[in-house]
Each structure stands twice: as structure tokens, then as C-alpha cells.
């Protein structure tokens, strides 16, 4: 276990359906973030929150929104999803260091999500 | 732009084997931070090694060792007498140095399979 832990692990939706995701990490990092890995593209990063402010959306549609109440929660919130949408989506997080340097990201075990 | 190239998409040896993953790397900047994971059958990615742009010594641990080569902007990756639970998909991904959070930037991945 790596301290971060993803519900539900497994999903399936409509497309007209609203569902969240959650992460929650245990580790006291202070940094957060959501990929999406597909069976066609490599892990792509969605977006970063850095102390609960989002540093990075990497154009995501707005059909995924994310939110961040503290630094140990993240939720990706869904809906009218379609079918390309379909994927394994990761959360991860990181300690900023106060200095420049690039920590390792840890990462949960992902929510396979299936939209039909 | 940053960008990771694993042009090996699988992989296929007999335990016991030799192997040697390849990851090259395109970055412009001068700090920057290289990282392997693994990612079992399970989907969670597991951390394996993180080398800043600044250390170039090869790093060996147990089985597994790093060739970091600037000149050619390559980290590949060896895993020596494989293993079937070594079977996984591998990421090689880049980040530049920052303060806060990261944007890790993953190739696409290698998937080794080990043959009992």
C-alpha cells in the first residue's frame, strides 16, 4: 500500500449520470493530482492542486470537474460523461520540497471507470 | 516541450534472463528529475527510482540497476535474473524541478512479461 487510497475502485455509468470519484492520501503531502490512463494514450495528467489551489488544468473538458476541500482529499466530479471517456483514472500525490526539485509521486490503485 | 520515448511497447523474456528497458528523454531544461515506475496487474503504480538531471552515477539496487547517460538523454532500466513477478508495465517519465507540485511527463509505457 503506498498511503493512497482511491473509491470506488470499479465503476460503471450512463451518460447522463453524475458520480464522483475520491482519493485520499495519508502520507502529509501537501500536493495532489488526477491522471487518466487510457488503452490508447499514455498516462496523461488532468490536473495538479498544489495547498487545495489547482495549478494545472491540462484542458480537460469541463464535463470532469475536480475539487480539492483539503490537502488530503481530491474528488473528480462527472457527469454527461461518453463513452471515450472510458479509462483507468489515477490519483496521486507528492511533498513540495520549498526548494526546486521534483519529489516522487505517489499513486493509488485507480477507478476503473466504464462509461456505456 | 517534454517529452519520454519507451519504444519498446512489450517485451517477452524466460526467467532468469537479462533485460534492459529503454527510455529516452527530450527537455530543454537544464534541472530536471527522471523516474521509473511499475504498474502491476493491480493498476497501482509503484515508485522505483527517482535521478536528477545533476547525477549521473549508475545506481544498482538488488536486481535492479539505471544507466543515466546525459550524452545520449537516455535512463534505461535492467533488470538482471528476471523474475515472473517482475511481469508488469514500466514507465520511464521526466519532470522539471519546481517548488511546489510536479507535472510528471510519462512515456508510454513497456510491458514485460516473464516466461516461467
Redesign the interface.
Known amino acids: 500500500e503506498?498511503g493512497v487510497t482511491q473509491t470506488p475502485r470499479h465503476l460503471v455509468m450512463g451518460m447522463t449520470n453524475k458520480k464522483s470519484l475520491k482519493c485520499e492520501q495519508h502520507l502529509g503531502h501537501?500536493?495532489m493530482?488526477w491522471y487518466k490512463q487510457s488503452a490508447k494514450k499514455?498516462?496523461e495528467?488532468m490536473f495538479?492542486?498544489?495547498?487545495k489551489e489547482q495549478?494545472?488544468n491540462n484542458s480537460v473538458p469541463s464535463r470532469f470537474s475536480p475539487e480539492c476541500p483539503n490537502s488530503s482529499h481530491l474528488f473528480l466530479h462527472l457527469h454527461t460523461l461518453q463513452p471515450e471517456d472510458s479509462a483507468?483514472y489515477?490519483c496521486?500525490s507528492?511533498q513540495?520540497?520549498?526548494?526546486?526539485?521534483?519529489?516522487?509521486?505517489?499513486?493509488?490503485?485507480?477507478t476503473?471507470l466504464t462509461v456505456l | 516541450a517534454q517529452k519520454v520515448t519507451q519504444a519498446q511497447t512489450e517485451i517477452s523474456v524466460v526467467e532468469k534472463e537479462d533485460v534492459t528497458l529503454d527510455c529516452v528523454y527530450e527537455t530543454r531544461d537544464t534541472t530536471y528529475y527522471l523516474f521509473w515506475y511499475k504498474q502491476p496487474p493491480s493498476g497501482e503504480l509503484v515508485f522505483l527510482i527517482r535521478r536528477n538531471s545533476f547525477d549521473e552515477q549508475n545506481e544498482i539496487s538488488g536486481r535492479y540497476s539505471w544507466n543515466f547517460q546525459k550524452s545520449t538523454s537516455s535512463f534505461n532500466f535492467t533488470i538482471t535474473a528476471s523474475q515472473v513477478v517482475d511481469s508488469a508495465v514500466y514507465f520511464c517519465a521526466l519532470s522539471e524541478a519546481s517548488q511546489g507540485a510536479q507535472k510528471l511527463v510519462f512515456g508510454q509505457g513497456t510491458r514485460l512479461t516473464i516466461n516461467p
Open positions: 503506498t501537501n500536493a493530482y499514455p498516462l495528467l495538479v492542486y498544489n495547498f495549478t494545472e483507468l489515477l496521486a507528492s513540495g520540497a520549498g526548494v526546486r526539485i521534483a519529489n516522487e509521486q505517489f499513486f493509488g490503485p485507480g476503473r
